[in-house]
C-alpha cells in the first residue's frame, strides 16, 4: 500500500479499500482483518462529517496527511477506525465499518467473546475496533511506515462484487451513496436508516 492512492477523496478511495488488510500489533498478539465493507466522509461540503464546522482537536487527524488512523468514540462506548486519505490541510477519510479476520482469531475472538461467531467478529465499526485491538492510542498512527497498526494490499477484488449505497445510522446526509461493501459477504454489517435521518441533497 502506498500514499498515492489513499491521496484523492474519499469516495474514490473507500471502494478501493475493500480487501486490504489492517494489522494490529499489541502486546497480546497480532491480529489481521480484511476490510468488506467501507464508508466515506469529507470535510465542509458533508454535513455527516466530523469536520464539517471545521478542524478542532478531535477531528485535526482528519485533515491529513493521507495515511493515517483517525480514531474516535462513538456515542461514549465504541471506538471507531477512520483511514485518512486526499490532500493534506482538506478533511477526508474512510470509515471502517466490517471486515473479515484472517489473522489472529483466537485473540479477536477474546476480545469480543467465545461465543461470538466468526463472521460478526468484525462486523460493524465498533466491533472492528475491538476485535483488532485498536484504542484511542492508536489515533494518528502512520499506516504506511508504522509498526503498531499497518495497512496492506490484500486480494484484488473484482468490480463486480462492489455494492454502493446510503451511509448506516446517520442522521444527515445519509442518503448519500457513500457505502461501499462486498456483496454477498457474510461479515458486512446490516443496514440501518436512523429514526432522526431526514431526506438530503448531496453526492
Given at each position: 500500500?502506498?500514499?498515492?492512492?489513499?491521496?484523492?477523496?474519499?469516495?474514490?478511495?473507500?471502494?478501493?479499500?475493500?480487501?486490504?488488510?489492517?494489522?494490529?500489533?499489541t502486546?497480546?498478539?497480532?491480529?489481521?482483518?480484511?476490510?468488506?465493507?467501507?464508508?466515506?466522509?469529507?470535510?465542509?461540503?458533508?454535513?455527516?462529517?466530523?469536520?464539517?464546522?471545521?478542524?478542532?482537536?478531535?477531528n485535526?487527524?482528519?485533515?491529513?496527511?493521507?495515511?493515517?488512523?483517525?480514531?474516535?468514540?462513538?456515542?461514549g462506548?465504541?471506538?471507531?477506525?477512520?483511514?485518512?486519505?486526499?490532500?493534506?490541510?482538506?478533511?477526508?477519510?474512510?470509515?471502517?465499518?466490517?471486515?473479515?479476520?484472517?489473522?489472529?482469531?483466537?485473540?479477536?475472538?477474546?476480545?469480543?467473546?467465545?461465543?461470538?461467531?466468526?463472521?460478526?467478529?468484525?462486523?460493524?465499526?465498533?466491533?472492528?475496533?475491538?476485535?483488532?485491538?485498536?484504542?484511542?492510542?492508536?489515533?494518528?498512527?502512520?499506516?504506511?511506515?508504522?509498526?503498531?497498526?499497518?495497512?496492506s494490499?490484500?486480494?484484488?477484488?473484482?468490480?463486480?462484487?462492489?455494492?454502493?449505497?446510503?451511509?448506516?445510522?446517520?442522521?444527515?446526509?445519509?442518503?448519500?451513496?457513500?457505502?461501499?461493501y462486498?456483496?454477498?459477504?457474510?461479515?458486512?454489517?446490516?443496514?440501518?436508516?436512523?429514526?432522526?435521518?431526514?431526506?438530503?441533497?448531496?453526492?
Amino acid at each position: 500500500m502506498n500514499v498515492d492512492l489513499l491521496a484523492h477523496p474519499a469516495e474514490e478511495v473507500a471502494p478501493q479499500l475493500l480487501g486490504s488488510v489492517l494489522t494490529c500489533k499489541t502486546l497480546e498478539g497480532t491480529v489481521s482483518i480484511a476490510i468488506t465493507e467501507t464508508e466515506a466522509y469529507s470535510g465542509a461540503a458533508d454535513p455527516a462529517s466530523h469536520a464539517y464546522r471545521g478542524q478542532t482537536a478531535r477531528n485535526a487527524v482528519m485533515f491529513g496527511p493521507a495515511g493515517h488512523l483517525y480514531v474516535y468514540r462513538s456515542h461514549g462506548l465504541h471506538w471507531c477506525a477512520n483511514i485518512v486519505t486526499g490532500t493534506d490541510g482538506i478533511a477526508s477519510a474512510v470509515l471502517i465499518r466490517a471486515g473479515r479476520v484472517i489473522e489472529g482469531e483466537d485473540l479477536a475472538r477474546k476480545r469480543r467473546g467465545e461465543k461470538v461467531e466468526s463472521s460478526r467478529l468484525a462486523r460493524g465499526p465498533g466491533n472492528f475496533c475491538q476485535a483488532l485491538g485498536i484504542t484511542a492510542e492508536h489515533n494518528g498512527a502512520d499506516l504506511l511506515t508504522g509498526t503498531s497498526v499497518v495497512l496492506s494490499g490484500g486480494e484484488s477484488v473484482p468490480a463486480a462484487l462492489i455494492q454502493v449505497g446510503p451511509r448506516v445510522g446517520v442522521s444527515k446526509a445519509h442518503d448519500w451513496q457513500h457505502r461501499f461493501y462486498l456483496a454477498g459477504d457474510p461479515t458486512v454489517s446490516a443496514y440501518r436508516l436512523s429514526p432522526r435521518a431526514k431526506p438530503s441533497a448531496g453526492a
